[in-house]
């Protein structure tokens, strides 16, 4: 008695599916790929945004800096503020902007009342208007 082993399947079923396994992880390997790029693309704005922003804030502080400086030192507000480019006073606090990119300025307000002068603002603020190229369109209900 000899038994004889058949298989189900045969040789066409096993290659159709290797070729789906191939597919599949050709189309996984370029879904990997295109995520990594768009992560690469967003990593390099991250670091030009990060790498603007804390120049702008060091020359701010650079500027508050003076002004502390300078008003320990005596001077009137309305001096410091007549010395220093882009200083102004206004209703006792100076104000001043230091461009961060086309788009954003750093925005410091500082307290020149008190004996010590003191920041009330320090921010990060658009200089352009939102403008949405395509409205979205929003389901009613």
Do not use: C, G, M
């Given at each position: 008695m000899k038994r004889e082993f058949r298989a189900k399947f045969g040789t066409g079923f096993t290659t159709v599916i290797m070729m789906l396994v191939i597919v599949v992880f050709t189309t996984l390997g370029i879904l990997a790929l295109t995520?990594?790029?768009?992560?690469?693309?967003?990593?390099?704005?991250?670091?030009?945004?990060?790498?603007?922003?804390?120049?702008?804030e060091g020359k701010a502080n650079a500027i508050k800096a003076q002004i502390v400086n300078m008003r320990r030192q005596g001077m009137i507000p309305a001096d410091i503020c007549a010395s220093i480019d882009g200083?102004?006073?206004?209703e006792g606090n100076a104000e001043y902007a230091v461009k961060v990119n086309d788009s954003q300025v750093i925005r410091v307000t500082i307290d020149m009342t008190g004996a010590e002068p003191r920041v009330t603002n320090f921010a990060l603020y658009n200089t352009t208007e939102?403008?949405?190229?395509?409205?979205?369109?929003v389901w009613a209900g």
């Open positions: 995520t990594a790029r768009s992560d690469a693309k967003l990593s390099d704005k991250n670091l030009t945004f990060v790498s603007q922003y804390y120049e702008a200083v102004t006073l206004h939102w403008n949405p190229s395509q409205p979205i369109s």
